[in-house]
């Protein structure tokens, strides 16, 4: 059964950088991709940024461009998320999560970690 564990998250200054980890076990040829999705207190969850796990395309929500960067290591089951210029609205919940297509709907994913908590506030 396919696990997902984020890491990383924590309490970071406006303009500070994080990086997220989502450490995948147990996946399968049937889960093409990973997803990153946030959910902020009062908001709903919205799509961050998505990764095809074997072509490498990926995508960002517009909130996010030029500010993260997703990426994956096959090696090491991993995919990560690079956070810069971080903004108090950036403060949320991340998960990743694992599905059969690259998409920023999170309806599309099968399987979700628990969640990481990151913080941005001076």
């Known amino acids: 059964q396919l696990q997902l564990v984020e890491s990383g998250g924590g309490l970071v200054q406006p303009g500070g950088s994080l990086r997220l980890s989502c450490a995948a076990s147990g996946f399968t040829p049937d889960y093409y991709a990973i997803g990153w999705f946030r959910q902020a207190p009062g908001k709903e969850r919205e799509g961050v940024s998505c990764?095809?796990?074997?072509?490498?395309?990926?995508y960002y929500a517009d909130s996010v461009k030029g500010r993260f960067t997703i990426s994956r290591d096959h090696a090491k089951n991993t995919v990560y998320l690079q956070m810069n210029s971080l903004k108090p609205e950036d403060t949320a919940v991340y998960y990743c999560?694992?599905?059969?297509?690259?998409?920023?709907?999170?309806?599309?994913?099968?399987?979700w970690g628990q969640g990481t908590q990151v913080t941005v506030s001076s």
């Open positions: 990764i095809s796990v074997n072509s490498g395309s990926t």
């Open positions: 999560a694992a599905g059969q297509i690259a998409t920023m709907v999170g309806s599309w994913y099968d399987y």
